[in-house]
């Protein structure tokens, strides 16, 4: 094995990395030259003469910045994370491999672009013809390669379309009420959750919820979980390390953990010419989940002319570094965006087992075998180790209890064909118009997303999309008897889903809430997210005039929290007094921003989390505080205006005001505790930060942390503002990836991404992007060949082998 020092590799010169001068490469697998010309924030604007070159190009290029990502993601999708951690990767790989798409795999590749099994095909060998370059010189690996030992593997079309990250958790919601259920009864838990419906709250005939556990899940979360690398896989014997476990956080830098589903949100909106500046269409998108090191998202523009009478491509924007195409973006004719739109595409089914043959379930009045199959997993340090799959009717079985003779299985919309997420936006970069649009958007099952339209005909719409299931006669929201009783009857069809085009209000904008119109005949959700972030849009662009860009960059980094400014007035009615009193002044005269320099935000920040524990500690007894999730900050906001003798008791506002008061000391205990007793040091920033650690800086020695790891800095925004932030103090997930869109000017469009476009640390663009992304500078995402030019960084040649 090479023995190379940490050191040295991040000093080294890597041709993938840190040269600057113009690079010619000689590849096989071309047909034609490929231009790539990177800019000055490290995108990369690649030009081919055809189709099949340009998606070559873009996976030879992912990989070539991206490379550790990529096989991460790649032993993720195929469950050969054992190979190289050993036994506690087996529960991970024996769920991915036991929930992987096991449908018509032709049909799948076949679904998502007229030329999708080329355009996959050709990715796929672009991001295996750098892996080969990567065995010729192996200085071309990043440091994690040599620290690990490993080398990276080749990838197939499977792991393009791989669900390993389908971004739903319809069971854990099942899972989460049949707990509650089991603790509160169902009243109580209609009275304490934000359901926007009727919502089914009884146990089915043939169910017990009180044998529904969290074991349930167990083989459902490690297929999703994070690989977490310790001492024992370090192979590079000239490394020093520290003995320490990841930092909070680290272990979720992967992809998004299903505990957080709920969390995942967005903001997406698109403004009418007739309240723009230019005359034209705005769009604007920030998604949020994982701001993580790598970067979630990886910024591209791909060019190619038409050509035997197929559509061309010139299509700018970001996506998932391992997908080919752009999932957010323009092209020359609109933008787009998206944000989670809430669809339960999951459902839960309880067997009943035969007590005389486990392999048996009831199903349709009679004994069904399941079926099976058997998969062998290579460990390392150890033989390897055999499972046995199994599947019913609907799906894996994911969890089996022989001694209630029950078994779980898990139906999923995201197991047919056509719910690889994001893959559909390659039918989407080429839309012309909205009613193309809609169309390409009818290919995309996976995950529910709003989508929205602007172009440069001053067209404005929305359109929901994925893959909904239709249940006739039950709602989806508790597991449910697997005797063939409650089946699915197909799904409804993308394009009859909630959109519109044009709304009277002169703009249409999406945050994951509650959007559905009244009376629509489906069901598909029970969980919205809080509606603060959309009511906050909704105040700014129900006056907007004369908007910009800038306006637009302004809104995306607001921090103002709609649910403070209904709270705090009620806060101020108790008679508080000493530095309570103090406490409250400050947000009597506060903007109700989540400013990182506001005192305000702060004492109103650990007010309300203290105030969120106490009202939970009144509704859910202590022993039952393991099935019930928290309090939400809406239910919350409604109580304190309206407090409901449920919550409070016989004199609700009394109590009420008590508890206000009990919550006010406790935080000025806690930020006295934290930042000390002065008043005018409790920043909001000093108690939310990003900090963005390399997934492997755990097992390194400090001073190298310090050439891995990106430094602290203080954050504004909270969960429910529009500039979206998620976490504890440090902040693990909200919006790293922004664009904004003027279509009267494509080389004005706007964006943010963080820490870079790279994952090297070799690398120039590993971190630029970091400060102005924490500060709100945006970057241009120039779209002509002259700007881009003007503004390059290097220009990269691939050449075909003769």
């Avoid at 998604?287 to 790598?294: A, F, L, Y």
Wanted: aromatic letters at 10%.
């Amino acid at each position: 094995m090479r023995k190379i020092l940490f050191a040295i590799l991040l000093a080294m010169s890597s041709s993938v990395a840190t040269a600057q001068e113009d690079q010619s490469v000689t590849i096989s697998g071309l047909t034609e030259p490929v231009e790539i010309i990177k800019d000055k924030w490290g995108i990369s604007h690649i030009y081919a003469q055809n189709q099949a070159d340009l998606f070559f190009a873009q996976g030879y290029n992912a990989v070539r910045d991206r490379l550790f990502q990529f096989e991460i993601w790649r032993r993720k999708a195929t469950g050969t994370l054992s190979e190289i951690m050993g036994a506690k990767a087996i529960a991970h790989d024996e769920g991915a491999r036991l929930l992987r798409f096991r449908g018509d795999l032709k049909a799948e590749l076949a679904h998502y672009h007229p030329d999708s099994v080329e355009i996959i095909n050709a990715f796929v060998d672009g991001v295996n013809a750098y892996i080969k370059e990567t065995e010729k010189n192996p200085d071309l690996l990043s440091f994690e390669f040599n620290l690990l030992g490993i080398k990276p593997g080749y990838w197939t079309p499977e792991i393009v379309i791989s669900r390993h990250n389908a971004l739903t958790g319809g069971i854990s919601n099942e899972i989460m009420l049949a707990k509650a259920i089991t603790a509160l009864g169902g009243e109580k838990v209609r009275d304490i959750m934000p359901f926007y419906r009727n919502t089914y709250l009884k146990p089915f005939d043939g169910v017990d919820l009180a044998k529904i556990t969290n074991d349930i899940m167990a083989s459902y979360i490690a297929s999703r979980s994070q690989p977490v690398f310790d001492q024992s896989d370090v192979k590079n014997p000239q490394m020093t390390f520290i003995n320490a476990k990841p930092q909070f956080g680290d272990e979720n830098f992967w992809n998004d953990p299903i505990e957080g589903i709920n969390n995942i949100g967005s903001n997406n909106w698109v403004i009418a010419g007739r309240r723009t500046k230019s005359g034209k269409p705005i769009m604007a998108n920030d998604p949020h989940r994982t701001i993580q090191n790598p970067s979630l998202r990886y910024m591209v523009h791909l060019n190619a002319p038409a050509k035997d009478g197929k559509r061309g491509w010139n299509v700018i924007g970001g996506g998932e570094p391992v997908l080919p195409g752009v999932s957010i973006g323009h092209n020359e004719y609109g933008a787009w965006g998206l944000t989670i739109f809430r669809i339960d595409q999951e459902d839960l089914y309880v067997y009943k087992t035969n007590p005389d043959n486990p392999n048996q379930y009831w199903y349709d009045d009679e004994w069904v075998n399941m079926e099976t199959e058997q998969t062998t997993i290579s460990v390392k340090g150890q033989g390897d180790v055999s499972a046995t799959l199994k599947y019913s009717k609907h799906g894996p079985v994911i969890f089996e209890d022989p001694e209630n003779h029950l078994a779980y299985g898990l139906k999923a919309a995201w197991l047919d064909v056509g719910a690889t997420p994001y893959l559909a936006s390659l039918r989407m970069d080429q839309a012309q118009n909205f009613r193309e649009f809609r169309e390409a958007c009818s290919f995309s099952g996976l995950p529910g997303e709003n989508m929205v339209w602007a172009d440069s005909e001053g067209t404005i719409g929305w359109q929901s999309v994925g893959l909904t299931p239709m249940r006739f006669g039950w709602d989806g929201s508790l597991p449910i008897p697997g005797d063939g009783t409650y089946e699915w009857d197909g799904y409804v069809p993308i394009k009859q889903m909630p959109h519109i085009t044009n709304p009277v209000a002169g703009w249409y904008g999406t945050a994951n809430n509650h959007n559905v119109p009244a009376g629509y005949p489906n069901i598909f959700s029970d969980f919205y997210s809080d509606p603060a972030r959309a009511e906050r849009m909704a105040e700014v662009l129900d006056a907007a005039a004369d908007q910009t860009v800038q306006d637009s960059m302004t809104l995306q980094y607001d921090t103002k929290s709609m649910n403070a400014e209904k709270m705090t007035p009620v806060i101020g009615k108790v008679r508080l007094s000493g530095k309570l009193r103090d406490a409250q002044k400050k947000l009597a005269n506060w903007d109700h921003r989540l400013d990182r320099n506001s005192v305000a935000a702060a004492i109103f920040d650990l007010w309300e989390q203290s105030m969120l524990a106490l009202v939970y500690q009144r509704l859910v007894p202590e022993d039952q505080a393991v099935n019930v999730s928290m309090i939400t900050r809406e239910k919350l906001t409604q109580w304190l205006i309206d407090p409901p003798d449920f919550v409070f008791g016989d004199n609700p506002a009394r109590t009420r005001d008590r508890m206000i008061k009990q919550s006010m000391e406790m935080a000025v205990s806690k930020l006295t505790e934290k930042l000390g007793p002065d008043m005018d040091k409790w920043l909001y920033g000093s108690l939310h930060y990003a900090e963005l650690n390399h997934p492997l800086s755990h097992l390194l020695s400090a001073d190298e942390q310090k050439k891995v790891n990106i430094p602290r800095l203080p954050r504004g925004g909270g969960s429910n503002t529009l500039n979206a932030n998620h976490g504890n103090s440090r902040q693990t997930s909200g919006a790293s990836f922004r664009m904004i869109v003027d279509t009267a000017d494509w080389d004005g469009a706007m964006g943010t991404n963080t820490p870079g476009q790279s994952a090297d640390p070799r690398s120039k663009h590993y971190a630029d992007l970091y400060e102005n992304w924490n500060k709100g500078d945006y970057f241009p995402m120039y779209y002509s060949k002259d700007k881009i030019s003007d503004n390059r960084d290097i220009i990269i040649h691939l050449k075909p082998m003769d």
